[in-house]
C-alpha cells in the first residue's frame, strides 16, 4: 500500500489523499477521488506529468510510485449534452412517471418531487460510476433474460 495525494487544478487549494496499491487501476482511483472530492468520475481528467491517465491502465503503468502527487482536471459538465445529468434522465419516461405516482401516495407533490429529483441524482451518479466491464455484463444479462444470444453468439 502506498499514499497518493491529489490536487485539484486550477488553484490546487483542494487535495485529498487516498491509500492505493500499485497495481491499482485508474478507473478504481478515480471512485476513490469521487468519494473523497465529490467530482464524479466521468467528470475527473487525472494528469501526471503532463499525462493523462488512461482509465484501462494501473498506476504501475505511469511509474507512479509512493507519495506521489497527481493533478486532477475537473470538466465542466455539459447539460444540454451529458445524457446521464439529471435534467435529462428520463423526464418523460414511463418508469420516472410510476415512481412519481407512487410518490405522490405517501407525500406532498412538492416532497414526492424532491424525493424524485435526489433519487434521479442518485441513479445518474451511479451510473456515471459504472465501468464499461460494468456495463457490459448489465447488458448482456438484460439480453440473457430475453432469451437473446450470448458472448459467444449462441442461442439460450
Not at 25 to 40: G, H, N, T, W, Y
Not at 122 to 146: M, P, T, W, Y
Amino acid at each position: 500500500m502506498m499514499i497518493l495525494t491529489v490536487k485539484i487544478l486550477p488553484g490546487g487549494r483542494k487535495e485529498c489523499s487516498i491509500e492505493v496499491m500499485d497495481q491499482e487501476p485508474i478507473l478504481s482511483v478515480k471512485r476513490m477521488v469521487a468519494r473523497e472530492l465529490d467530482v464524479p468520475v466521468h467528470l475527473q481528467r487525472l494528469v501526471f506529468r503532463g499525462k493523462t491517465l488512461s482509465d484501462g491502465s494501473a498506476l504501475n503503468d505511469y511509474n507512479i510510485g509512493p507519495n506521489t502527487k497527481i493533478h486532477l482536471v475537473v470538466r465542466k459538465p455539459e447539460t444540454e449534452c451529458d445524457p446521464l445529468h439529471t435534467s435529462r434522465i428520463g423526464t418523460n419516461t414511463e418508469f420516472w412517471e410510476k415512481l412519481r405516482l407512487k410518490l405522490n401516495k405517501h407525500f406532498t407533490n412538492d416532497n414526492a418531487e424532491k424525493i424524485l429529483h435526489q433519487f434521479k441524482m442518485g441513479f445518474s451518479s451511479d451510473v456515471c460510476n459504472l465501468s464499461l466491464d460494468e456495463i457490459e455484463r448489465l447488458a448482456i444479462s438484460k439480453e440473457n433474460k430475453d432469451g437473446h444470444t450470448d458472448q459467444a453468439g449462441t442461442s439460450r
